[in-house]
């Protein structure tokens, strides 16, 4: 069974802060997804990362996929209030399709 | 463009009742997912249509789940009878193109489904 983890699992950061949250699993994925949720809302998609040590730039955010694609990282810089939300990773299973296996996600909070 | 609604948004009903979730793909979307997120545990995949046929249906907990998709359009998610352990809540996503994580999937507001 495939398992993502997510760390921390909550974050409450003050305005213009940096960080970094982290996925990690045991198991090689084929490709790694961020999304985004607020509340009431669905995932939205961030970024997909498909090659081991790709990094990929989303303005302040900064995506990177582990060598042995097995881990990736979110690091956002200069954090703002809009930044707030459920930040979910997942990784794609290769069966006849990419079947999507979702980490618990990290909760961060950024304050004005 | 529309994107993926579901209705209802919310729903509460008594263990044993049943209760049937909408979803509204985006226009032209063949590929449909229903995913369910319970208290305090990960989004988990259910099921995946392309058009009206079941692509995968390995994530669907037991047989008091069904799930249909007549003529490749909308998608209804019936609980019966529901039990406390099926409240959480269900998204639903949709695709244009075969595929999970190559291509974007969009994902509904979710049913936030209450049994109690």
């Known amino acids: 069974t495939q398992l993502l983890e997510q760390s921390p699992q909550f974050l409450s950061i003050q305005e213009g802060e940096n960080l970094t949250v982290y996925c990690n699993s045991s198991?090689?994925?084929?490709?790694l997804q961020w999304y985004r949720q607020e509340p009431g809302e669905g995932p939205v998609l961030l970024v997909t990362?498909?090659?081991?040590?790709e990094v990929k730039k989303l303005k302040r955010l900064t995506f990177q996929f582990g060598d042995a694609r097995k881990d990736s990282s979110l690091h956002i810089t200069a954090a703002q209030p809009g930044d707030t939300g459920l930040y979910l990773c997942?990784?794609?299973?290769?069966?006849?399709?990419?079947?999507?296996?979702f980490g618990p996600g990290t909760s961060l909070s950024v304050i004005p | 463009e529309a994107g993926v609604t579901q209705f209802p948004s919310h729903s509460v009903i008594e263990k044993g009742q049943t209760v049937t979730l909408r979803c509204d793909p985006i226009?032209?979307?063949?590929?449909l997912y229903w995913y369910r997120r319970v208290m305090g545990k990960e989004i988990k995949f259910l099921l995946h249509?392309?058009?009206?046929?079941?692509?995968?249906e390995s994530g669907m907990p037991n047989n008091r789940f069904l799930a249909e998709r007549t003529g490749g359009t909308y998608s209804t998610l019936k609980v019966q009878p529901a039990e406390l352990e099926d409240s959480g809540v269900y998204f639903c996503?949709?695709?244009?193109?075969?595929?999970?994580?190559?291509?974007?999937?969009?994902f509904g507001p979710g049913t936030r489904l209450t049994v109690l």
């Open positions: 997942a990784g794609a299973v290769k069966t006849s399709y990419d079947k999507v296996i």
């Open positions: 226009s032209g979307h063949d590929n």
């Open positions: 249509f392309v058009k009206e046929s079941k692509q995968d």
């Open positions: 996503a949709s695709s244009q193109l075969p595929g999970g994580i190559t291509d974007t999937q969009y």
């Open positions: 990362v498909v090659t081991g040590g």
């Open positions: 198991s090689v994925f084929s490709s």
